[in-house]
């Protein structure tokens, strides 16, 4: 086997990933957001070690043998990289979070004892900066969140599913009070997963059913199991009685800062849904939604039984 043409084919392979890549660091450079770059390296990485692993597995023979030695290597260098950028991810959030913090408080302590002196236009530009500084902290954690999923250290043990619902539920428990939801959880599985990450999951998807719905309107919520075609698997479908969405978007919905409704409608970041995806696809399985406008949405979450 010809080592040199092999390694041709694997860069070839790799093109359509790196490329991929590039063009994501790029585009988010020039809206001027490292943070964007950030995410696009994170999940860009883990691209290219998933193509380079994949490639070493395929091929046979003593030069094969040597050239998955070479992917390794650079595998554990991509690894290493993807390591080192969720350290900096930690350490620019708090470095970026702190002043952050210090706006809103000061905003706050302004509105609380100077309030009575301002004008009306002082105190439209005080709410529109406690406001803006609150909305970029939600969007640092939102995207330290979905970068710190692609983190290999995830802790997997035996989840149960139904009672993680319930303690979530109970963490939202003033919120539901007050919209009057009603909220139906069924008998769920057990299954193995990291339960931060299912947590991230649940939280999502019962904020985004109480949070898109008609004004007025009393949330309705089911959470059910369902058997999958794979008996690996296991189901579990959240539906509500919302605004529901476009059938046209039901794949769009799960990209990262895709938002069907301005910010002036319902408050979010674009990022939880893409997040949940991911941790889905990281414990091998999927999460899927379908709606119609006007009649509410229904996700389907599907895992393994076993990592």
Known sequence: MNFRADTSTTLKALAPVLLALAAALVI???NTSWLLALVAALVGIGGVIAVLMALGRGENGKAAREQSDLIEKYALELERSNQDLQVFASAASHDLQEPLRKIESFGQRLHDKYDDVLDETGRTYLHRMVDASGRMRRLIDALLTFARVNDSNTSIADVDLEALWKSV???N???IKSLKARI???ELPVVQAD???MRIIFSNL????LKYQPDGQVPEVS???FEPEDEEMVGIRVRDNGIGFDAKYSERIFQMFE???SRSEFEGSGIGLATCARIAERHGGSLTAESNPGQGAEFSLILPKYQ
């Open 223 to 225: 959470v059910e199991y």
């Open 169 to 171: 539920l109970t963490d």
């Open 206 to 209: 019962l904020n985004n059913a």
């Open 195 to 197: 339960e931060t990450q």
């Open 184 to 186: 139906d959880v069924t």
């Open 259 to 261: 938002r069907l409704h």
């Open 173 to 175: 428990s003033a919120r």
């Open 28 to 30: 988010a450079v020039m």
